[in-house]
């Protein structure tokens, strides 16, 4: 639904069990989504796995302007992968 969203400017999926798999979803949606501007992941169990999707999403998005995946299971690698997008 992401990728052909023409109206939904802000997701908050906060607290939602997204995982690798969700957040690897979310990312692929979102490289093409050119109308979100405010989407919330925190505290959605995404590990390591996940943020190498999130970092890779973020390279090609241009679009969000507020972006919260906080208190994730990034560890410090996977942070600072996400950070440097």
Not at 56 to 81: H, P, Q, R, V, Y
């Amino acid at each position: 639904m992401l990728k052909i969203n023409t109206t939904l400017t802000t997701l908050c999926l906060e607290l939602n069990s997204l995982g690798n798999e969700g957040a690897t979803i979310i990312s692929e949606s979102m490289k093409i989504n050119t109308v979100l501007t405010t989407l919330n992941i925190k505290l959605c169990d995404i590990q390591i796995e996940g943020a190498k999707a999130i970092a890779e999403m973020l390279k090609n998005n241009s679009t969000l302007t507020e972006f919260d995946c906080s208190s994730n299971e990034f560890e410090i690698e996977g942070a600072k992968m996400v950070i440097s997008h």
